[in-house]
């Protein structure tokens, strides 16, 4: 089989260690790799696929995924469709495209809207809309028009309306219908005093480096905030912080894993980081069953002191279901 695939797909190689393509820095090797440069290099590579009934990953940057230690049994599709084209404030721009450099890009055109993406480690366009990333009241959906997606049962590309994205927190269409894979975006910036958007850039690159451990390799937030409303009225007189959040409408799980004792918990060499409970960090050759095994008694600590289960923001890529 191996000769037949290396005939329709070109390019393609074995055994590639993922842990060299993960923010995590952890993961076992993709039986096939392939990396897609264009939109036709991605179709070949899925119809090869559906050809040798491979199950098929599309990897972006590498943030927001815990790869198995023991890989991936089918083929891992390297997204790294990259192009950018600017046309007055708005941008045709590729799923590869990395997020962070595109709003150094856009900045330097005095086109304000990601300012808040800079310095996420690891994210693209194709990643921040298929999670619908968002940070500092910010959200990718405040800038998307229109999205390119490729259905991978009958490899035809389809224009999706930012209502047709159905964005919700840290959700979209192509993070519930697993179809279809994210070609490239028009987003629509506005215009802005270049020195104003550095400046934002700078204030919110300071609270990160303050607030978040970027010191160590992980995967960025671990869980999605909780939407769910507390009522329980032992547990607001306990955490009077709840009554605040309920206000809000949102109860960040960092809180809730810090408030349910974890913060710097760790096992193997992986550990709850004590500066952001929503990360779990890796200190230096964690293996990934370290960082699910914290996934796991984190959901279930939080559950037992809040009655909140916690929604995993992190793909678990090549584990069993």
């Given at each position: 089989m191996e000769d037949k695939i290396l005939q329709k797909l070109p390019g393609i190689q074995r055994n590639i260690l993922l842990k060299d393509y993960t923010t995590y820095k952890i993961g076992g090797p993709a039986k096939y790799f392939f990396i897609a440069k264009a939109k036709e290099d991605l179709i070949i590579a899925l119809k090869a696929a559906n050809e040798f009934n491979l199950p098929v990953f599309i990897l972006g940057?590498?943030?927001?995924l815990l790869v198995s230690d023991n890989g991936f049994l089918g083929l891992i599709i390297k997204m790294n469709i990259s192009g950018v084209k600017f046309k007055g404030s708005e941008a045709v721009i590729g799923a590869g495209y990395n997020l962070t450099k595109l709003?150094?890009?856009?900045?330097?055109?005095?086109l304000s809207g990601l300012e808040w993406a800079f310095g996420i480690p690891g994210a693209t366009v194709g990643g921040a809309i298929y999670g619908h990333a968002q940070a500092f009241g910010a959200k990718i959906s405040d800038l998307v028009e229109s999205v390119e997606a490729i259905n991978l049962k009958t490899f035809k590309s389809k224009i999706f309306t930012k209502k047709q994205c159905q964005f919700s927190l840290k959700n979209s269409i192509f993070k519930k219908n697993k179809n279809w894979v994210i070609v490239s975006a028009i987003l629509k910036f506005s215009k802005r005093d270049k020195k104003k958007i550095r400046e934002r850039i700078n204030n919110f690159s300071a609270y990160r480096k303050k607030g978040h451990p970027m010191s160590f390799s992980s995967a960025g937030s671990t869980f999605v905030n909780t939407e769910k409303k507390i009522t329980n009225k032992k547990l607001l007189e306990k955490f009077p912080a709840l009554k605040e959040f309920n206000k809000r409408g949102v109860i960040p799980s960092g809180y809730l894993i810090e408030?349910?004792?974890l913060m710097g918990k760790r096992i193997g060499n992986a550990k709850i980081s004590e500066k952001h409970a929503n990360f779990i960090v890796n200190l230096g050759g964690a293996k990934a069953e370290d960082v699910f095994k914290l996934i796991n008694l984190a959901k279930k600590k939080v559950k037992e002191t809040f009655g909140v289960l916690l929604e995993t923001e992190v793909q678990l890529v090549g584990f069993k279901k």
């Amino acid at each position: 089989m191996e000769d037949k695939i290396l005939q329709k797909l070109p390019g393609i190689q074995r055994n590639i260690l993922l842990k060299d393509y993960t923010t995590y820095k952890i993961g076992g090797p993709a039986k096939y790799f392939f990396i897609a440069k264009a939109k036709e290099d991605l179709i070949i590579a899925l119809k090869a696929a559906n050809e040798f009934n491979l199950p098929v990953f599309i990897l972006g940057g590498g943030s927001n995924l815990l790869v198995s230690d023991n890989g991936f049994l089918g083929l891992i599709i390297k997204m790294n469709i990259s192009g950018v084209k600017f046309k007055g404030s708005e941008a045709v721009i590729g799923a590869g495209y990395n997020l962070t450099k595109l709003a150094g890009l856009s900045a330097k055109n005095g086109l304000s809207g990601l300012e808040w993406a800079f310095g996420i480690p690891g994210a693209t366009v194709g990643g921040a809309i298929y999670g619908h990333a968002q940070a500092f009241g910010a959200k990718i959906s405040d800038l998307v028009e229109s999205v390119e997606a490729i259905n991978l049962k009958t490899f035809k590309s389809k224009i999706f309306t930012k209502k047709q994205c159905q964005f919700s927190l840290k959700n979209s269409i192509f993070k519930k219908n697993k179809n279809w894979v994210i070609v490239s975006a028009i987003l629509k910036f506005s215009k802005r005093d270049k020195k104003k958007i550095r400046e934002r850039i700078n204030n919110f690159s300071a609270y990160r480096k303050k607030g978040h451990p970027m010191s160590f390799s992980s995967a960025g937030s671990t869980f999605v905030n909780t939407e769910k409303k507390i009522t329980n009225k032992k547990l607001l007189e306990k955490f009077p912080a709840l009554k605040e959040f309920n206000k809000r409408g949102v109860i960040p799980s960092g809180y809730l894993i810090e408030e349910a004792g974890l913060m710097g918990k760790r096992i193997g060499n992986a550990k709850i980081s004590e500066k952001h409970a929503n990360f779990i960090v890796n200190l230096g050759g964690a293996k990934a069953e370290d960082v699910f095994k914290l996934i796991n008694l984190a959901k279930k600590k939080v559950k037992e002191t809040f009655g909140v289960l916690l929604e995993t923001e992190v793909q678990l890529v090549g584990f069993k279901k």
